[in-house]
């Protein structure tokens, strides 16, 4: 499929957030160029001049980055050719294979309906040798016979009649090329060896093919579209509606390598079935070929699972040392954040949180003077206030005398139950929230040996209190 001379291109447009189906498409050209040993370049589509933001091209980079996706050369920004592209659009003039166009949208529209037939520009300036000025626009001139035929890895031969292709605009009424003439420009200059992108840009690809047919430009790259991306309803995932963009699960501490990993698995999967892997090893498995076009499914509980997977393999100094920056703004005031404590309670952190963002929720209550109750953990646990308070004299009992050990603070509580008839599950269920003020977290008496003697019975007496006031 490729050799040591390929050479792949990710195209992004500085118009919003790098969303994951574009970072999957960085990620598949990534990969093809480094296991064929070819090149990876990055081209920057701001050629929408108005809609372009230099800092969403920061930011792109930077996710790029931090998805360890490096590439080769500098990066291409395609308005800083756009003399290169008006050269194109003048030739295409000149050759009579394009034609300027004064008509509006609502002109275009009045008229398809008029007609009763397919909507779209339906060639009405072909003839009427339109002068350039304000309002007009340069269209190609699409054969009126023939037809378009291309292979694609992914999806086979791919057949586009010209018929059902309109006269596409290349060149705005602002006297900006359209990014179709950049792209087939481009591509050609740049040596592009193979196009793998995004399935939404399938119908591109004949419009790119006859604007290089007509330009004179020699070869064509290798197509691969790859699958779209759905939800859960299985609905194309939409930025307005779905979480898409990248940056999100940075923040929410979503490991780049989960990431990579996961995003690798939409549209492909591994010959031998194990999924989670580190991506030297994908890369030497993956084949174009073997990606999938049907939808690929972005399923959160799966990245979770995965990047739980990744949490869990790291060292505890690794995983200490990623959880820093969401310990920064914890729910505690200002120095009140213990390392050591911290630090002890680590390694069971570790093994139940499936992001990074869910670190401080586990450990707040040890940084707290108070912690915060969740009601609905408390309802449930003290459904029967009677038994609860019996609990929680008992325990009060026990703890200011026994141990302090998490296997002595165990079985002083497991023997309260058996004096009272509860198993430990039910004795724990009200001491865990009076301490930790939730249902959930890690294991209680490791979490109480932490906290210590004093604070604990501080909050099994104000549990107490609050039973019965």
């Not at 026990?398 to 302090?404: Q, V």
Request: aromatic share 8%; proline share 5%.
């Amino acid at each position: 499929m490729g050799d040591s001379s390929s050479r792949v291109r990710f195209s992004p447009a500085p118009t919003g957030w790098l969303h994951v189906g574009g970072a999957r498409t960085a990620l598949f050209n990534w990969i093809f160029a480094r296991q064929t040993g070819g090149q990876f370049l990055l081209r920057i589509e701001d050629t929408d001049v108005e809609r372009s933001r230099p800092e969403l091209t920061d930011a792109i980079l930077d996710t790029l980055r931090w998805l360890g996706l490096d590439w080769d050369g500098d990066p291409v920004r395609q308005s800083d050719r756009a003399e290169l592209h008006r050269h194109a659009v003048a030739r295409l003039l000149s050759a009579g294979r394009a034609y300027h166009c004064d008509c509006t949208q609502e002109q275009i529209r009045a008229r398809a309906e008029a007609r009763g037939g397919a909507p779209g520009y339906d060639g009405h300036c072909r003839d009427r040798r339109v002068e350039p000025g304000e309002g007009v626009v340069v269209r190609f001139r699409t054969p009126d016979e023939g037809q378009t035929t291309f292979d694609d890895v992914v999806r086979g031969t791919v057949t586009f009649e010209h018929a059902n292709i309109e006269d596409f605009v290349i060149q705005r009424s602002s006297g900006a090329p359209m990014f179709i003439v950049a792209n087939a420009v481009d591509d050609a200059d740049m040596g592009i060896t193979h196009v793998i992108r995004g399935e939404d840009l399938l119908n591109a690809t004949p419009k790119v093919l006859l604007l290089r047919e007509a330009l004179g430009l020699s070869g064509r790259p290798v197509f691969a579209h790859l699958p779209m991306l759905v939800n859960e309803r299985r609905q194309k995932l939409s930025k307005r509606r779905d979480d898409v963009a990248v940056g999100h699960y940075r923040d929410q501490g979503y490991l780049a390598e989960a990431m990579v990993n996961y995003l690798a698995l939409l549209g492909w999967g591994p010959p031998d079935g194990v999924e989670i892997r580190p991506i030297e090893d994908i890369t030497k498995l993956f084949r174009l070929e073997d990606v999938n076009k049907a939808p690929a499914f972005f399923d959160l509980d799966k990245l979770n699972h995965i990047n739980g997977t990744y949490l869990r393999s790291l060292s505890v100094a690794e995983f200490i040392g990623a959880s820093g920056r969401f310990l920064e703004h914890g729910p505690w005031a200002p120095g009140d954040f213990d390392f050591e404590a911290f630090e002890r309670m680590a390694p069971l952190v570790q093994e139940r949180v499936t992001t990074l963002a869910e670190v401080p929720g586990m450990v707040d209550f040890l940084f707290v003077d108070e912690p915060e109750i969740d009601q609905a953990s408390w309802d449930k646990a003290m459904a029967d206030p009677v038994a609860a308070a019996s609990v929680l004299d008992a325990t009060m009992a026990a703890y200011r005398t026994c141990a302090w050990t998490a296997a002595d603070l165990l079985a002083s509580l497991r023997s309260v139950g058996e004096r009272m008839g509860v198993n430990l599950r039910r004795a724990q269920a009200p001491v865990r929230v009076a301490v930790t003020g939730r249902s959930v977290g890690p294991p209680l008496f490791e979490s109480i040996e932490v906290l210590g003697r004093e604070r604990t019975l501080a909050r099994l007496e104000a549990a107490r209190r609050r039973l019965d006031p």
